[in-house]
């Protein structure tokens, strides 16, 4: 069925459905990994965005139940150069166009990857349409620069957990409190996680209570956490001013941990500003230099925001750089127990090399003076 992909500069392309009919609309962008489509699905970071895989084949794996990493699919649309149908993989459970399909998620095939990849590169992530249905060109890109865009925009409201759950044994379990046990205590403000930050939390001895993104910092304090995560999650971070407040407030009261869009709340709340990247990063294979240690890590990331680097004040300092753009990738304050990176160490898809960050974390909270 055929389907076209109508960006805001007016470059139109040509694709199949292999979902059925649909349309949908948001800032297109392209990940470089090579593996990991499930994942990068259910990432709710993803929430108003279309996404393009730069790697030619997908689908091949098929999807298994295993490797979610939010309850749903996030992305508005998929798209790729050539998909799979036909799936092998012990695990699998089904093709990736009858999920994306179940869930109605349009997915697009036969796009010439490369040349929208280019274009995206060359002239920044750009607002987007697809469409079965609506064929024309002009009327597409015109719907395309209605978009509103990511920018000014609080997606987070859209992927937050509407109530207090404990999370156990991968199962969410409704909950107004920790558990009266010894594991350490970690209040985890959902801001769009992802659910391996939750396992490699709960695999090192935590007990983790996630709380929806409005909770105030009174509230949170009243849980008597050991410490605080901030998660990713999607959207433009200086849209964010509940949760800049919010961690504001809690800085120097209990250790704080942030990832990806935690990063970035974090870092406005130690009095930083933030801004868009051109086209961002997203892929499995991101290269970040470790500034205490000299050492080079293989990250996974996905944000299309950063935070600038001029704008940290003296008492914070950059603990992380991006080896291809030179861009902030992790800070830490120099007198309060609260660090933040802007990549993924859970992987999920990605490399392992940075779930140390993970243990840091856990250190913090074990020191006496929390």
Known sequence: MKALIALEDGTVFEGRSFTGRGEAAGEIVFNTSMTGYQEILTDPSYRG??????????????????DYESNRIQVEAFVVREYQ????????????????????????????????????????????????????????????????????????QDVTCSAPYLWENGQQIPAEG???????????????LKFNQLRLL?????????VPAHTPASKILAYAPDGVFFSNGPGDPAALPYLVQTARELLGQKPIFGICLGHQILSQAFGANTYKLKFGHRGANQPVKDLTTGRIEITSQNHGFCVDEKTLPPEVEITHINLNDRTVEGVRHRSVPAF???????????????????????????????
């Open 49 to 66: 965005q279309i996404v393009t895989m730069t790697y030619p084949l997908i689908g091949n794996y098929g999807v298994n139940d295993e």
């Open 85 to 156: 149908s036909f799936y092998s993989n012990w695990r699998a459970k089904r093709s990736l166009g009858d999920w994306l399909a179940s869930q109605g998620v349009l997915g697009v095939e036969g796009v010439d990857t490369r040349a929208l990849t280019r274009r995206i590169r060359i002239h920044g992530a750009m607002r987007a349409v697809i469409s079965t249905e609506d064929l024309d060109p002009k009327s597409l890109v015109e719907r395309a620069r209605s978009h509103p865009g990511l920018v000014g925009r609080d997606l987070v």
């Open 178 to 192: 920790f558990r009266d046990d010894d594991r350490l205590k970690v209040l985890v403000i959902d801001c769009g």
């Open 202 to 210: 709960s695999q090192r001895g935590c007990q983790c209570l996630v």
């Open 340 to 370: 933040s990176v802007q990549y993924h160490p859970e992987n999920a898809p990605g490399p392992h090399d940075a779930v140390y960050l993970f243990d840091r974390f856990i250190d913090l909270m074990r020191q006496p003076s929390r």
